[in-house]
């Protein structure tokens, strides 16, 4: 069984920075893409970032230029590096897993979920 397990998150001041991992275990990913959602109280899960098999990235463009999402394959690790981090960031940030190669940003493609970290960034 598959399980991804994300670390990192925590309270910080507007304008700091994060770095969030997610841990997959119970089998290979190599082959998957990767994501990161957020989700705040009484929201929708929003699409944040995701890496393709191929190292290929995309992100929404709220956190263009401050966010990096990258991937250790030896590791079975995801990262999601937050710089410049604004009080709009404050959510809980899940690890996903794709069901396949491509990018992700619909929630329905994905397969495994973690268990969710939480970020507060205060102004």
């Known amino acids: 069984q598959v399980q991804a397990v994300e670390s990192g998150g925590g309270l910080m001041e507007a304008g700091g920075s994060l770095r969030l991992s997610c841990v997959v275990s119970?089998?290979?990913?190599?082959?998957?893409?990767m994501a990161w959602f957020r989700q705040s109280p009484g929201k929708e899960r929003d699409f944040v970032a995701s890496?393709?098999?191929?190292?290929?990235?995309y992100y929404t463009e709220s956190v263009k230029g401050r966010f990096t999402i990258s991937r250790d394959n030896a590791k079975n690790t995801l990262y999601l590096r937050m710089n410049s981090l604004k009080p709009d960031d404050t959510a809980a940030y899940y690890c996903a897993v794709g069901k396949g190669a491509v990018l992700i940003t619909d929630p329905q493609a994905v397969g495994v979920w973690g268990q969710g970290t939480q970020v507060t960034v205060s102004s």
């Open positions: 890496i393709s098999w191929g190292n290929r990235t």
């Open positions: 119970g089998g290979t990913f190599s082959s998957n893409a």
